[in-house]
């Protein structure tokens, strides 16, 4: 017994030993990389509304909390300071709006920054240091727009955008890799970004990128003379028709199976629908903004009304401009202007599973009482000032004419 009780403790000390090993181990990760002794920046593109970390590689073993600079250009006198001077911010990201400022989209875990639903604006430097100005480690970030982008359908025989070559560098597309397909037991749909690169050997060589002598388009290493041409390159998506199984769920068990078998013998069962429905009601004439639970732009989204499915090559934003109802980019569902015929259950597939819906009623307005704030009282007004605006300089013009005639008369006169 004794000699049992001597093994255990020797195996528990051990066990103390190898994690306190561990534990070090994890703490020197900072040791295996160095820090640069000039400072460079690693670049990276994203989409636009895509959310991205940036890792700070490298610090000193003494310094326990980092800053985050965020700079457009390099030697610009504006610059963000991305911090709690503790390294700990936390953002729910479920809260962040698009086009809030990056003041309220970052996070700062394990020294990494993170940056939610990234804008075009967000492109620039992102430096990695400390309050006193120390700097570790940079990255060149470019975010490419979504507005613009052009898309090919693969069923309908359409192609990317060839490569385009000029005298000192090159422009094409880098493709992702393909999303899963986005619904499963009937046909789906699979996308895959292309986000603009560039390639030439005029680069500025303080910029780090994975293939020499390639950056995205909007990186800053890119001379201001290649930029006019760079910049009419715009993101892709490619879209293709795709066909996967659904993944068998377990079978209920007996007892609840039997439970269930009685209530449909002794009365009608209550529909219940296959995923959790919110409810909303929206005013006739008013738009609506939908979008499905935990998913990115990044992520394989879908959208069905009832049973009708709603394909991005007849619902995709920019297929129809007089669209009413389409899909953009973010994989947000618009209803502009809603009708009556909009009701109806919206689900949403996220990644080739079905995981929510959404019960939309549309209903007439109540009568209230008008205030400024109102979008109809503001265009009201709006449209009456204009039509003052053109009324009045249509009513100046004529008489500056009528003037100038009179003038020009009396001197024929003399």
Same mark, same amino acid.
């Given at each position: 017994?004794?000699?049992?009780?001597?093994?255990?403790?020797?195996?528990?000390?051990?066990?103390?030993?190898?994690?306190?090993?561990?534990?070090?181990?994890?703490?020197?990760?900072?040791?295996?990389?160095?820090?640069?002794? #000039?400072?460079?920046?690693?670049?990276?593109?994203?989409?636009?509304?895509?959310?991205?970390?940036?890792?700070?590689?490298?610090?000193?073993?003494?310094?326990?909390?980092?800053?985050?600079?965020?700079?457009?250009?390099?030697?610009?006198?504006?610059?963000?300071?991305?911090?709690?001077?503790?390294?700990?911010?936390?953002?729910?990201?479920?809260?962040?709006?698009?086009?809030?400022?990056?003041?309220?989209?970052?996070?700062?875990?394990?020294?990494?920054?993170?940056?939610? +639903?990234?804008?075009?604006?967000?492109?620039?430097?992102?430096?990695?240091?400390?309050?006193?100005?120390?700097?570790?480690?940079?990255?060149?970030?470019?975010?490419?727009?979504?507005?613009?982008?052009?898309?090919?359908?693969?069923?309908?025989?359409?192609?990317?955008?060839?490569?385009?070559?000029?005298?000192? #560098?090159?422009?094409?597309?880098?493709? =992702?890799?393909?999303?899963?397909?986005?619904?499963?037991?009937?046909?789906?749909?699979?996308?895959?970004?292309?986000?603009?690169?560039?390639?030439?050997?005029?680069?500025?060589?303080?910029?780090?990128?994975?293939?020499?002598?390639?950056?995205?388009?909007?990186?800053?290493?890119?001379?201001?003379?290649?930029?006019?041409?760079?910049?009419?390159?715009?993101?892709?998506?490619?879209?293709?028709?795709?066909?996967?199984?659904?993944?068998?769920?377990?079978?209920?068990?007996?007892?609840?199976?039997?439970?269930?078998?009685?209530?449909?013998?002794?009365?009608?069962?209550? =529909?219940?629908?296959?995923?959790?429905?919110?409810?909303?009601?929206?005013?006739?004439?008013?738009?609506?903004?939908?979008?499905?639970?935990?998913?990115?732009?990044?992520?394989?989204?879908?959208?069905?009304?009832?049973?009708?499915?709603?394909?991005?090559?007849?619902?995709?934003?920019?297929?129809?401009?007089?669209?009413?109802?389409?899909?953009?980019?973010?994989?947000?569902?618009?209803? +502009? #202007?809603?009708?009556?015929?909009?009701?109806?259950?919206?689900?949403? =597939?996220?990644?080739?599973?079905?995981?929510?819906?959404?019960?939309?009623?549309?209903?007439?307005?109540?009568?209230?009482?008008?205030?400024?704030?109102?979008?109809?009282?503001?265009?009201?007004?709006?449209?009456?000032?204009?039509?003052?605006?053109?009324?009045?300089?249509?009513?100046?013009?004529?008489?500056?004419?009528?003037?100038?005639?009179?003038?020009?008369?009396?001197?024929?006169?003399?």
């Amino acid at each position: 017994m004794e000699m049992r009780l001597v093994g255990i403790a020797i195996f528990l000390r051990m066990a103390d030993v190898l994690h306190a090993f561990a534990v070090m181990e994890k703490e020197d990760v900072f040791k295996k990389t160095p820090c640069p002794a #000039f400072l460079m920046f690693d670049n990276a593109a994203y989409l636009a509304d895509m959310s991205f970390e940036l890792p700070c590689h490298c610090k000193p073993e003494e310094v326990t909390s980092v800053v985050w600079y965020f700079q457009k250009n390099m030697g610009s006198q504006q610059t963000k300071v991305l911090t709690d001077f503790d390294g700990t911010i936390v953002v729910d990201s479920g809260h962040i709006r698009v086009g809030s400022d990056m003041l309220k989209r970052f996070s700062i875990r394990m020294f990494s920054l993170i940056i939610f +639903r990234a804008q075009v604006t967000d492109s620039g430097h992102y430096i990695c240091g400390t309050k006193k100005g120390d700097f570790f480690y940079g990255y060149d970030i470019d975010v490419q727009p979504s507005k613009g982008i052009t898309v090919a359908f693969e069923d309908q025989s359409q192609h990317p955008q060839k490569d385009q070559t000029e005298k000192h #560098f090159s422009v094409f597309t880098t493709f =992702w890799a393909w999303t899963k397909c986005d619904r499963c037991g009937v046909r789906g749909e699979q996308r895959r970004i292309g986000l603009c690169y560039v390639k030439s050997t005029y680069l500025y060589p303080r910029y780090r990128t994975g293939t020499a002598d390639v950056v995205s388009c909007g990186s800053r290493s890119v001379p201001m003379r290649f930029q006019g041409t760079i910049s009419l390159r715009k993101p892709e998506v490619v879209i293709r028709s795709c066909m996967r199984p659904c993944i068998k769920k377990k079978a209920p068990e007996e007892g609840v199976l039997s439970i269930s078998n009685l209530i449909a013998k002794v009365g009608h069962k209550p =529909w219940l629908p296959p995923v959790p429905i919110q409810f909303h009601k929206q005013l006739l004439g008013n738009s609506l903004i939908i979008a499905c639970p935990g998913a990115r732009p990044e992520h394989a989204v879908a959208w069905d009304k009832d049973s009708t499915r709603l394909y991005r090559t007849s619902f995709l934003i920019g297929v129809n401009k007089s669209m009413r109802v389409f899909i953009d980019h973010g994989n947000h569902l618009h209803i +502009r #202007f809603a009708q009556m015929n909009d009701r109806g259950i919206y689900y949403c =597939w996220r990644e080739g599973q079905m995981v929510a819906g959404f019960r939309l009623s549309v209903g007439y307005r109540g009568h209230h009482k008008r205030t400024l704030d109102d979008p109809e009282t503001k265009y009201a007004i709006k449209a009456i000032l204009t039509s003052y605006v053109l009324i009045t300089m249509v009513f100046i013009t004529i008489h500056v004419c009528r003037c100038c005639f009179y003038a020009f008369k009396c001197l024929a006169v003399r």
